[in-house]
Each structure stands twice: as structure tokens, then as C-alpha cells.
């Protein structure tokens, strides 16, 4: 088992920046992928940005490129997601998934068995 602990959401300006945690425990999770998803009312699950824990290799959706980036610490067991140059459509719940086996799939949301409890982050125009 593997437990996620999001943190670091909040509320900012159209503009702004913010740096979201997920910390995982019960078991290592080197050869894990990991990721980030958000969700915003009355819209599916979205995949922002995915990381192969043990190479480091990450990959992006759509909406993150060139705006969010996504890294790990080792030593921590923890996952970042830095967010710049928000903006108002950026407004949702954020989450963070864990899984062994996505691969090439990392983008669906169905792959993954473990998540966190989610994150509230809102952008103000």
C-alpha cells in the first residue's frame, strides 16, 4: 500500500505561482510512476504531468507545458509540481497518483491505484 498526502494549494492571482507537495509512505516507490492530476467542477480528470520515479523522465499534458514542472525527491519520498503563470482555467482540485505499471498509459486516470486526498488550488482573475 502506498499512502499520497497533497499539500501546498491554495488561492492566488491570475499570474502568480504555487508549489504543490505530495508525500508518499507505506512502501518505497522507486519504481513507481507518478502523477499529477486536477479537477476542476463538472469536467472529468485531467492528467497535468507524470514522473518515472527511478529515471527521472517526466511527461506533460497539454495544459502544463512550458508553465508547470514536476520533480521528486529522493531522499524525501516526495513529489513537486510547480505551478507559474496561472491562470483562472488552472482553478481545481489537484491530486496526486502513484502506480507501478502505467507506462506508456500514464496519462489515464483509470491506470493509477493510489491517490491522495486532493488539493484545492483557485486562481483569481
Known amino acids: 500500500q502506498v499512502q499520497l498526502v497533497e499539500s501546498g494549494g491554495g488561492s492566488v492571482q491570475a499570474g502568480g505561482s504555487l508549489l504543490l507537495s505530495c508525500a508518499a509512505s507505506?512502501?518505497?516507490?522507486?519504481?513507481?510512476?507518478m502523477a499529477w492530476f486536477r479537477q476542476a467542477p463538472g469536467k472529468e480528470r485531467e492528467f497535468v504531468a507524470c514522473?518515472?520515479?527511478?529515471?527521472?523522465?517526466?511527461y506533460y499534458g497539454v495544459s502544463a507545458k512550458g508553465r508547470f514542472t514536476i520533480s521528486r525527491d529522493n531522499a524525501k519520498n516526495t513529489m513537486y509540481l510547480q505551478m507559474n503563470g496561472l491562470n483562472p482555467e488552472d482553478t481545481a482540485v489537484y491530486y496526486c497518483?502513484?502506480?507501478?505499471?502505467?507506462?506508456?498509459?500514464?496519462?489515464?486516470?483509470?491506470?493509477?491505484?493510489?491517490w491522495g486526498q486532493g488539493t484545492q488550488v483557485t486562481v483569481s482573475s
Open positions: 507505506g512502501r518505497t516507490v522507486s519504481r513507481f510512476y
Open positions: 497518483a502513484a502506480d507501478r505499471g502505467v507506462g506508456y498509459y500514464y496519462s489515464a486516470a483509470s491506470n493509477y491505484d493510489y
Open positions: 514522473i518515472a520515479w527511478n529515471t527521472g523522465i517526466s
